[in-house]
C-alpha cells in the first residue's frame, strides 16, 4: 500500500517508526507492505518518490528538523506543496495527522476532501476533521467508495471507536462516558497525594504531558472534542460543541480532593454524551466506580449498552509509538477490505 502522511510530528514519526521496526511481521501475518511514498509538514518541507522513501533515511532527516535534508536521488520531487502532494502523488492512502483545529477542522477538512476526491483512502490523527466535519468526509468517501478511519483521534492506540462500531456491533450503545484527557487524570492523581493544581502542572509540563500552554486539556476541549467524535460517529448524533458543556480542572483546590476523600470519593475529568449532547467536567465518583480506579496518563471510557450493559475499556491515550499505532490498526483495516 502507497502511503502520503500530511503532518509528520510526533504521531506521524511513530507511525514510521512502527512500519520500519515492525516490516517483517506486517508481512507474514497480514500481508501488509506499507511503502510511505510522500511526506509533506507546514515548514519543515514536502518529499515525494513515487518508488517510497528510506525510512531511516526520512526519521533522520525529521530528527534534524528539516525534511530538505534527505539524501537526494533521482525521481525524489521536494518542490510540491501539500496540496500537490495530495493531487498528484500515486498513494492509495493519505494520513492526516496534522495538529488539531478544534475551532474550524481546517486545513485538515480540505486536504482530506481532496485526497477523497482522488480516491485515496483517509486516515485521521487529527480530532479536529472527525469532531466538526465528519458527516461532510463521510458522505464524500461514500461517493468515491473509499474508507475514513479515526482510530487514533480518540483513546490512542487503544481501540475505542473499533470496540463500539465492531466489537459491539449488535448492542444498542446509548451513552458513553470516561476519562479522555491523560494530562488532567495524571495531574488529579498528583493532587490525590496532596500536590497543588499548580504543582500538578508543574510535573505534567516536566514530563512532557501537558504543553507549555496547557488550556486544551486543564480547560477540557481536548476531551470536549473527543466526546463529540464519540457522540457522532459512535451514538449517532449530530452535535456540534455548542452541545457539549465544558469546565476543567483549574478551579479544584487540595480541598475539594480532600472532601472527596474523606467520604469514598474521588474527582476525575468526565465527559459524558450522549446523542442529544453531553458535558466534560470534573465530577466526584465513588471509588466503585470502574473510572475511580483509573490513573496517572491513562485513559478509559464506559459504553452504556443494551443488551450487554456497561462496558468499561481501559488503555493507553496517548504517545508516539501508541497513536502511531491507531494509524497502523486503520492501515490494517483498511487492508483488509481493500
Known sequence: MRIILVGFGTVGQG?????????????????????VVGVATRSRGVLYHPNGLDLDALLMAAQRGD????????????DWTTEELIARSSAEVMIEAT???????QPATDYCLRALETHKHVILANKGVVALHYAQVKAAAAAVQKQVRFEATVMSGTPAVALAQQGLAGATITRARGILNGTTNYMLTLMETGATYQDALAEAQRL?????????????????GKALIIANTVLGGCLTMDDIAVEGITQLTPADIR????VGECYRLIADVTPHGGSVRPVRLPLSDPLAAVKGATNAITYDTEPLGP???IGVGAGRLQTGFGLLADLLAIRAVS
Open 15 to 35: 507511525f514510521v517508526q512502527l512500519l520500519r521496526d515492525q516490516a517483517a511481521f506486517l508481512r507474514q501475518a497480514h500481508g501488509l507492505i506499507a511503502n
Open 67 to 78: 525534511l530538505h535534508t534527505y539524501p537526494d536521488s533521482p525521481g525524489l520531487i521536494h
Open 99 to 105: 495538529p488539531s483545529n478544534l475551532q474550524t477542522g
Open 208 to 224: 512532557g504531558y501537558a504543553e507549555a500552554d496547557p488550556a486544551a486539556d486543564v480547560e477540557g476541549w481536548d476531551a470536549a
Open 259 to 262: 472532601d472527596a476523600q474523606t
Open 311 to 313: 462496558v468499561t475499556l
